[in-house]
Structure formats: structure tokens, C-alpha cells
């Protein structure tokens, strides 16, 4: 009795060692399986190499640091796997899910997900290109490490970028960084291939070493910068007297202002029912006024392209233009213009008129 029971404790915490263990049993997957890995998440692998990850909740993290090259769940198949697609309803992206799985080729997030955790694409290599849905709170430190993106889009509304998480994409060209972003992390896009950026409105920091040599357009305007945020030789498109404008001057990087967006002098509105008239030798041209026109340029020539057009300014909507070659057809445009800091605002072309002149 005695060696029964201990047998029966001995599988019973054999059984409970496992259960809690789990998590940390590296697995192998074979086309046509299904395996968890997740609570509710499981994995599918067909014969075309579509890896499908479905379910409800958090994917498992791969906390075993003994093999960072090998990949907990799919390793026996990672070259033979070329698309992943995540279903509607998986909230997180697993800590080292997919990395060093260097044939996918694209992956689908769907708006479930809010947390991409560390290393989970690290050396994609082959992948192409990658869509961070809006819902995405953070994406983990070298999430994107070395991966082969061309592309990379970012839903309005997304939460952070941390450390190194796109550093080494080399094929990756520009990026945009929605509004409302909380921080880009400290080497986010180091050495990677990016050569252009956009920041939107309310971007709260970018911390150290966070991008190479750029051309980044800023409309942040109070954002705080971290030492050597932007490499040295980036240029700036930002407005004047916001915190990218103190940082250029600063570190002496170019800069070019942007239209400050308070400011409420706009461009006048295009003109419209232009209507021209004949006269001799000319033609006389009506117009319907612009509200905060302070004038306006009318442009004419004999030929539809308005090439070597002639050019005269007046305040009035009606005008006479004399001294032309009777008998010809001449072509006629105009434009309003108001007067900000000194400096004509054009607003944009009317529709091009045809008249011909009597002799």
C-alpha cells in the first residue's frame, strides 16, 4: 500500500510539474497539427506553408534565453513557413514568436492584438512588409530587429515604440509616426535604411540615438528629445519656436519652417465665372470677386499652354487687356492674391478662357 501511494505521489506531482511547465516545453509542429500556444491560442501549419494562429487572449512567451536562434514552437518547420496569419481575437504576439523565421514572406495583424513583445519578428528576413493595427499599445524592444521590411505602417492611435525595435531593417526607406504616439525608444530606428520621416501631432518624446541621418517633417511642436535623437546632417521640417527648432539650433541642423498651423491667413479661394468679351486688338475679362482678395493676376497668351504668358495685376474684377494682334484667339487665366508679412499669397488658377480679339 505503502509503495502504491508513493507512486501515485510520485506521477501526481510528475502531472502537476508538467502542467506548470508547460509553458516552457519547447514544441514541435507538423503540417496538419494543431498545437497551443497560448491558454486559448493554438497554431496551425498547412501544406502551403500558411501558419495560422487563432483562439482568444495572450500568445505564450518564449522565456528560455538557453538558445535565443531557436525557435520555441516551430523550429523543426521555420524554413517551410511563409505566411502567418492571426485571426480575430489574439490579443498579444508572443515574446520570440516568430524570430529567426527567415522564409516568411507576410503576416496579417488583426485589430485584436495590443502588445508585440520583444524579439517577436526579430530576423524575419524575407518579410516584406507589416501593418501595426491602431489597437497595438507597444511594440516590444527588437520586436523588428534585422527584419527584411520594406514598409511599415502604423495605425492612428498607437502607443509606443521601444528600444530597438525597427534597428538593422535596412531596406526600410520611411515611416510615419501617427499623432498621439507616447515615445519612440532609445536606437528605435538605428542603422537602419530610413531616409525619410513624419512625425504627427502630440508625438510626447524620442529618446536616444532613435534615428539615423533623415529628412523628418515634425508637427509635434512640444516634444522632448532625448541626447543625439536625430543624427547629425538630418534635416528638419518643423515650426518655428517648437522644440525640433530649439534641438536644430542647438546641434546645428538645417531647418525649414513650416507653415505655422495656427495661423489662421489662408491662401484666397480660386477664382471662378470668368467670362472674356471681345474688343479691338484686346479683350475685356470679368471675374467674380474673392472675399480678402487684395487683387488679382491675370495671365494670357496666344496659345493653350499659356507658354511665354504675359502677365498684369489689378484690383478690380473687370479689366480691358489692349494692344494685341487683332484676329487671334488668345487664352486667358487668373488667379486672387492676398498680402501675408509683407509677401502676395496666390490662390489657385481659374479655368483657362478662349476669346479671339476683332481686327
Given at each position: ?71 520555441k514552437w516551430f523550429n523543426n518547420k521555420r524554413n517551410r513557413i511563409y ?277
Amino acid at each position: 500500500m505503502l509503495k502504491t501511494a508513493k507512486k501515485i505521489g510520485f506521477f501526481a506531482f510528475l502531472l502537476i510539474s508538467l502542467l506548470l511547465i508547460s509553458r516552457d516545453v519547447k514544441a514541435d509542429i507538423d503540417e496538419g497539427e494543431v498545437i497551443h500556444i497560448g491558454d486559448n491560442v493554438t497554431a496551425r501549419l498547412n501544406k502551403k506553408g500558411v501558419l495560422t494562429i487563432s483562439g482568444k487572449g495572450d500568445m505564450w512567451n518564449d522565456t528560455d534565453d538557453t538558445n535565443v536562434y531557436y525557435n520555441k514552437w516551430f523550429n523543426n518547420k521555420r524554413n517551410r513557413i511563409y505566411k502567418v496569419v492571426i485571426k480575430r481575437g489574439v490579443t498579444t504576439i508572443g515574446r520570440r514568436a516568430f524570430s529567426y523565421m527567415e522564409n516568411i514572406q507576410s503576416v496579417s495583424i488583426p485589430d485584436t492584438v495590443n502588445y508585440i513583445d520583444t524579439y517577436a519578428f526579430l530576423k524575419t528576413t524575407s518579410l516584406k512588409s507589416i501593418k501595426i493595427p491602431a489597437n497595438v499599445k507597444k511594440i516590444g524592444i527588437q520586436s523588428f530587429y534585422e527584419s527584411g521590411i520594406k514598409s511599415c505602417t502604423i495605425g492612428k492611435g498607437f502607443g509606443e515604440i521601444d528600444d530597438f525595435a525597427f534597428s538593422h531593417c535596412y531596406r526600410l526607406k520611411s515611416i510615419s509616426i501617427p499623432s498621439g504616439t507616447r515615445a519612440i525608444g532609445m536606437g528605435a530606428f538605428a542603422e537602419s535604411g530610413l531616409k525619410t520621416v513624419k512625425i504627427g501631432d502630440d508625438v510626447r518624446e524620442i529618446r536616444k540615438n532613435a534615428f539615423p541621418v533623415v529628412k523628418a517633417t515634425v508637427y509635434s511642436q512640444n516634444i522632448i528629445l532625448g541626447e543625439n535623437a536625430f543624427e547629425p546632417l538630418t534635416i528638419f521640417y518643423a515650426y518655428k519656436g517648437s522644440s525640433i527648432d530649439q534641438y536644430a539650433a542647438m546641434n546645428g541642423h538645417i531647418i525649414n519652417y513650416l507653415k505655422d498651423k495656427n495661423d489662421k491667413s489662408k491662401e484666397p479661394a480660386k477664382i471662378n465665372g470668368v467670362r472674356v468679351s471681345s474688343l479691338s486688338k484686346g479683350f475685356r475679362v470679368r471675374f467674380n470677386r474673392v472675399n480678402g482678395a487684395r487683387g488679382y493676376e491675370i495671365r494670357y497668351a496666344a496659345n493653350s499652354a499659356l507658354l511665354d504668358a504675359s502677365k498684369t495685376i489689378t484690383v478690380a474684377n473687370i479689366y480691358n487687356v489692349t494692344g494685341l494682334e487683332g484676329g487671334k484667339a488668345y487664352y486667358v487665366k487668373v488667379r486672387a492674391y492676398t498680402i501675408v508679412k509683407g509677401k502676395r499669397v496666390y490662390g489657385k488658377y481659374s479655368k483657362v478662357v478662349k476669346c479671339k480679339t476683332k481686327k
